[in-house]
T-cell receptor, first 112, second 115 residues
Framework: NAGVTQTPKFQVLKTGQSMTLQCAQDMNHEYMSWYRQDPGMGLRLIHYSVGAGITDQGEVPNGYNVSRSTTEDFPLRLLSAAPSQTSVYFC???????????FGAGTRLSVL | AQTVTQSQPEMSVQEAETVTLSCTYDTSESDYYLFWYKQPPSRQMILVIRQEAYKQQNATENRFSVNFQKAAKSFSLKISDSQLGDAAMYFCAYTFGGGADGLTFGKGTHLIIQP
């Protein structure tokens, strides 16, 4: 039982490049979410999903796209990376009816 | 919108002593949950303790306990017998019981353990 798995762990991009941060969970959780963590800040919600085919915006959604085609996967897409998107990104999941979120190990992204 | 405030950017405590980290929150909801997460240098988010708002009894997990004051909207974390492995960032977080969105976090407190 791997829990929440994020790939890659580290990534360096140039401004304007695109990439997808991967998140997968094997706990059959309905709810999944993406957060970013900047220095001196707590985690802030980017997007979340309440089930396959259903997504919604969080506090800081601009510059990011998500989709949820399966229960297990919830990828985060950066279509045109900007230096302001340099951050640590966390994926989390929780079961329907539950309230404890389980976090992945995070992805450190640098945009030059 | 809900907010979570941690007023102590950094705290320092001697090994084996007790330290209390402060957290206040603002919400108009009656059904919600509060959490303390630990983030060591590995950056992994580790759940330390949780509190359901409908429970009057303060949660306890081994050396970790909370002081939950619902009327004052205060949720402090007490760490007893501090150990070197407790050194980390600690984040207070809130979630609305009936909502599908995620956690609202405070900005964190950096805990230093002096040997």
């Amino acid at each position: 039982n791997a829990g929440v798995t994020q790939t890659p762990k580290f990534q360096v991009l140039k401004t304007g490049q695109s990439m997808t941060l991967q998140c997968a969970q094997d706990m059959n959780h309905e709810y999944m979410s993406w957060y970013r963590q900047d220095p001196g800040m707590g985690l802030r919600l980017i997007h979340y999903s309440v089930g396959a085919g259903i997504t919604d915006q969080g506090e800081v959604p601009n510059g990011y796209n998500v989709s949820r085609s399966t229960t297990e996967d919830f990828p985060l897409r950066l279509l045109s990376a900007a230096p302001s998107q340099t951050s640590v990104y966390f994926c989390a999941s929780r079961e329907q009816g539950g309230y404890i979120q389980y976090f992945g190990a995070g992805t450190r992204l640098s945009v030059l | 919108a809900q907010t979570v405030t941690q007023s102590q950017p950094e705290m320092s405590v001697q090994e084996a002593e007790t330290v209390t980290l402060s957290c206040t929150y603002d919400t108009s909801e009656s059904d919600y949950y509060l959490f303390w997460y630990k983030q060591p240098p590995s950056r992994q988010m580790i759940l330390v303790i949780r509190q359901e708002a409908y429970k009057q009894q303060n949660a306890t997990e081994n050396r970790f306990s909370v002081n939950f004051q619902k009327a004052a909207k205060s949720f402090s974390l007490k760490i007893s017998d501090s150990q070197l492995g407790d050194a980390a960032m600690y984040f207070c977080a809130y979630t609305f019981g009936g909502g599908a969105d995620g956690l609202t976090f405070g900005k964190g407190t950096h805990l230093i353990i002096q040997p």
